[in-house]
């Protein structure tokens, strides 16, 4: 047990004596954190779109006035036909439109009723989508509440958000966040740190030694499950504080379920690092295998909802998934812990199935 | 029997249809240094893994430092040392640093490490030089300090794989100096080498070929048992007759 202590206490001696990994370690969550917080988002802002109104009265221009006013868009100018509108897309100079139809206002009270077009350039489909979303929304709010002509409107639907009332992205990103950084910092840096034994010839001498085999492998992950925590605490203060993203359910339990991921991560670690013989190949395989997939389909970016049949089959091993969707239910939605009791079972199911393969393949690999 | 500190009966390992290590009795008595000679591939390194308690022989009987190689590998590994041909260290620790961490592993306290550290050092030379990075050191001084560490907990049989490989031969001279030293405070060493000018250091050899020990004695009686000048020339006698090769 001793000669246990010894080896931690050496851990830790490398993790402290190579300051810029450990720098790196603690600086990356709050380089995403900051990244994925405030510059990279899905919202849409300062959106220049153009009007083509045949027809120009003062209800087109308070409606072009509204919006200009919205931080999602910015008025670039009245065009005089849709072509003109079609060409000043193609310079760049607008990315959406609005195409009024001839007599608009009077039109307003026929039986036909009058037609809006919303135009937008669909190069990145996403914030298209968004931009229609947005514009329909300020069209419809506009006639129903600045007009009186449309009051009698059989349906009006009322909308709400929930959870995310501000439709803040940073909400959905925090948890995907954590579940990668987590991953990083625990698979990687303990899978490299057993390889690195391994090149260097030292494991050749360890084995020799007294201390168990399982002993050295366990005795690595304990800086790495310390220095976890820490990346843990730091990314929920940034994420709280900074970010302002509430924890709406249950503190305790968000804790938890963190650690288990970081114990299922440190198992991923060791898994591969039984696996393979260079860091090289280590740092390949932690970044193609896992984190890649962490990135596109944990539902961190894109909904694994969207994706295709297959994709969505191969999002239900990805551990990353399971974590995200619990942190995003406790943390975001506040739900109590019994409704993602499936998220903590499958996340804890593929640490035991992790653990008993990487030690089973561990040993094997010591005859 | 009670002189022997490795006493081995027909050690045999197999692997699959391959047999690395063919029926091996030799033993190795208390305070000598014994040369285990072979060429890459006659079966060395998977014999030392068998006395090191790396790895379990297929069949045949071994004791090493009077503990059962079948029963008690655990008991072995504690009165080992072992000092792997890459000088196997932590390049990112400093000397004293690595001393303090295979001091521990072998479960010294930490004022026997120290005390242990600060003479070995003192007699390497290593006093000077006890905060400054292992990666940092000349090749030869990582030679000096992997064998420093490996007899840190004072181990009754000291286990050298190749210890002079990379080091020119100036240096490989003053390391077997060290080797008379720590001979000379009673520790027992088994060095693997495949420098035949080496060999006659030693007190006894043997020689493998092809997984068997093909020879076994001291220089001077494996040379006149061959008729050979030199111990380079007895190997070459046995090695012409080897099928494996590197």
Known sequence: MKGFFAFVRKEFLHIFRDRRTLLVLIGLPTMLIVLFGFAISTEIRNVNIGVCAPDKDVSIARLVDKIDRSEYFTFKGWYGSAMDVDRAMKKGEIDAALVFSEDFSSSLMSAEGAEISVVTDAVNPNNASMEVMYLTNIVYGYFFSDTDSMRQSPLVPNLRMLYNPQLRSSYNFVPGIMGLILLLVCALMTSVSIVREKETGTMEVLLVSPVKPIGIVFAKMIPYFVISCMVLVITLLLTIFVLKVPVEGSFFWMILVSLLYIILSLGIGLLVSSLVKTQIIATLIIGMVFLVPVMMMSGMLYPIESMPYVFQLIAQVIPAKWYIEAIRKIMIEGVPFVFVLKEVGVLLGMTVVIFTAAVLKFNDRIE | ?246
């Open chain 2, 1 to 246: 029997m009670e002189d022997n500190v490795i006493q081995v009966e027909h050690l045999t390992k197999k692997f699959g249809s391959f047999t690395a290590v063919d029926d091996i009795t030799f033993e190795v008595r208390k305070g000598e240094i014994f040369g285990f000679l072979g060429a890459n591939g006659a079966g060395k390194t998977t014999a030392m893994k068998m006395l090191t308690g790396l790895s379990f022989p297929t069949s045949g009987k071994g004791m090493v430092a009077g503990y059962d190689i079948w029963t008690q590998s655990e008991l072995i590994k504690k009165n080992i040392g072992y000092m792997s041909q890459k000088f196997a260290l932590y390049s990112d620790l400093t000397v004293r640093d690595n001393i303090g961490i295979f001091g521990g592993i072998y479960g010294m306290k930490r004022a026997d490490v120290r005390r242990r550290a600060t003479e070995l050092m003192e007699r390497l030379g290593f006093m000077s030089e006890k905060d400054v990075r292992v990666k940092e050191l000349p090749q030869g001084w990582k030679q000096k300090l992997a064998f420093l560490v490996a007899v840190i907990h004072n181990p009754r049989i000291l286990f050298l794989d190749e210890p002079t490989g990379g080091v020119d031969p100036a240096a490989r001279r003053q390391f077997w100096e060290l080797i008379y030293d720590v001979v000379d405070s009673g520790i027992t060493a088994f060095v693997t080498t495949h420098y035949m000018d080496e060999a006659e250091y030693c007190s006894r050899i043997s020689m493998m070929v092809d997984g068997r020990i093909e020879a076994l004695g001291s220089p001077a009686e494996l040379k006149s048992e061959f008729g050979a000048g030199s111990i380079a020339d007895v190997f070459d006698i046995l090695a012409r007759g080897a099928k494996r090769s590197e």
